[in-house]
């Protein structure tokens, strides 16, 4: 750690060797190091006898003749793909959803807060290193010559600086010099009881959990854009079944009202029926509404301004079921779920803590060295006379301070308590989420079935009675009886319909979305 310096021709033995022996000192006391204080975590092993339901589930799902309505393999232990909106078979999901990962503000937020992260494991693991700093002053002054005992003196060169003593005028003089300061610092505080093992420890805890919530934003932002784009699919078929209701009303109307002008039909069955075709009508806005409110979001989704429209457009015809879907082990989901490996990374970041908090009551330690030289003129710092060095070793142990580093220690203990019933209670709502999840796939699947069966009962019935109306059998308040069931089968063949693909959805994100599969670019937070 010398600084360059003239050759002389000569060597100063005695600071070589007191140089020298900073380096022992070093490896000496970095030997006392890698003794971390603190409870050593632990990665958490699943619960034991896990599972997702107290029966078996039954290995195939019921169809129905509908889109939506096609029969799904439960698979135990089929991993899950990065990308399983694919699983829908619709190239424009895919396109809207790479589009929103591209233009997501929570995304990006969540991408940047993963680097800060990263970086403040670097700055921490910088204190591992001694601290090396260098400096250079430069002084003018002048000495009263009655303090000339704190003058220069006789330098390297040779050269006198001194002030001027004498008894006889005119007595004593100043002197005036320039001084010449060059220094290099090294510090070093040995990490004896592992404070700063555990505050790496800490700090790497909150980056893994910083990359598991972009791992949910993710996740969570491919579900919201899927979510959408079935509401829309949903509210277009319920669009295209009022409107086809609001047809075969005034289709109806027109019928009876010439039933009407030839004595065939009564008053009252008129404005019944227009009556009828009035609330079919009205019916039709709020849909409409419900339309325009989805595409907006799926246009804020995708980073677009409200005026700013996609090309994409979701029925229901164009979407299909996966053939078949996945069934994590229950050993695995503690491993899959992201919101899981972020409370266990918040467990681990409080272990870490109370680690910290034990080593703070504990000696410190610090070592300093300086190595420099000192001259009234600059090429002479080295020379002869000139170099200085010194070697500093301190200690400090706390003894009293009211009891604070002793009750920050219990408030980490009990942060830890605290994260770990946490991580407990983060794990029973994973496995509440799965069960749910497969519950309604096992339960969705016949209604369906159920609802296309009285869709096909309702429209049977709608359409003999209209032809019983037609002829006079019948009379119209019979018929808009049958065309009130039928709308309201409809409306829930459509709702079951996009049931059933929201259930593939949210079993996809209750498994944890494959992240474990997504690229490590996209991973780290790239």
Request: contains cysteine; glycine residues 8%; hydrophobic residues 40%.
């Amino acid at each position: 750690m010398y600084l360059s310096r003239k050759k002389t021709g000569r060597r100063d033995f005695g600071r070589s060797r007191g140089t020298r022996l900073i380096i022992p000192i070093y490896m000496g006391v970095a030997l006392l190091g890698g003794c971390a204080v603190g409870p050593d975590f632990k990665h958490p092993e699943a619960p034991a006898g896990a599972g997702y339901t107290p029966a078996q589930l039954p290995a195939t799902t019921v169809s129905a003749s509908v889109p939506g309505g096609e029969a799904e393999s439960l698979v135990l232990g089929q991993d899950i793909s990065a990308d399983w909106w694919k699983m829908f078979g619709s190239t424009a999901l895919d396109s809207l959803i790479k589009r929103a990962f591209a233009a997501s503000p929570t995304i990006e937020v969540a991408k940047a807060t993963l680097r800060g992260a990263q970086f403040d494991v670097y700055a921490q693991e910088g204190y591992f290193a001694p601290t090396v700093s260098a400096g250079y002053s430069f002084e003018r002054q002048q000495v009263a010559g009655n303090l000339s005992s704190n003058d220069p003196g006789i330098q390297g060169n040779g050269t006198v600086i001194a002030g001027r003593q004498s008894n006889a005028p005119p007595y004593n003089q100043p002197v005036t010099f320039n001084l010449h300061t060059a220094e290099l610092t090294v510090g070093y505080m040995p990490d004896v009881f592992g404070s700063n093992i555990r505050q790496v420890e800490a700090l790497r805890a909150t980056r893994r959990y910083q990359r598991f919530q972009l791992e949910a934003a993710c996740i969570t932002l491919a579900s919201n854009v899927v979510a959408a784009a079935l509401q829309e699919a949903s509210v277009r078929a319920q669009i295209a079944a009022a409107r086809a209701i609001i047809d075969d009303n005034k289709e109806g109307l027109d019928i009876l009202r010439h039933q009407q002008e030839v004595g065939y039909a009564m008053g009252i069955d008129v404005a019944a029926l227009e009556s009828e075709l009035a609330q079919a009508e009205q019916a039709l806005p709020p849909l409409q509404k419900q339309l325009e409110q989805t595409r907006d979001l799926i246009r804020e989704l995708a980073g677009n301004l409200p005026n700013q429209d996609v090309p994409e457009i979701f029925t229901l015809d164009s979407l299909h079921l996966p053939p078949t879907l996945p069934v994590s082990l229950p050993s695995k989901l503690i491993e899959q779920r992201p919101d899981v490996r972020a409370a266990e990374e918040q467990w681990h970041n409080a272990s870490a803590n109370v680690g910290v908090a034990v080593a703070a009551r504990l000696p410190l330690f610090n070592i300093t060295a300086a190595d420099g030289g000192v001259a009234t003129v600059f090429d002479q710092m080295f020379s002869h006379g000139g170099p200085f060095w010194n070697v500093t070793m301190a200690a400090t142990q706390p003894i009293f301070d009211g009891f604070t580093l002793y009750n920050k220690e219990r408030s980490a203990r009990a942060a830890l308590r605290v994260a770990a019933a946490q991580y407990r209670g983060t794990v029973l709502t994973a496995f509440q989420n799965v069960a749910d999840t497969l519950h309604a796939v096992t339960t969705d699947d016949r209604a369906l079935s159920a609802a296309v069966a009285a869709e096909a009962a309702a429209r049977k019935t709608l359409d003999l009675t209209r032809e019983q109306a037609h002829v006079g059998y019948v009379n119209y308040l019979t018929l808009l009886s049958a065309e009130q069931a039928y709308q309201q089968v409809v409306s829930s063949r459509v709702q079951a319909q996009a049931a059933r693909f929201g259930d593939a959805a949210s079993l996809y994100q209750a498994l944890g979305g494959g992240w474990w599969n997504r690229p490590a670019e996209v991973a780290q937070g790239n």
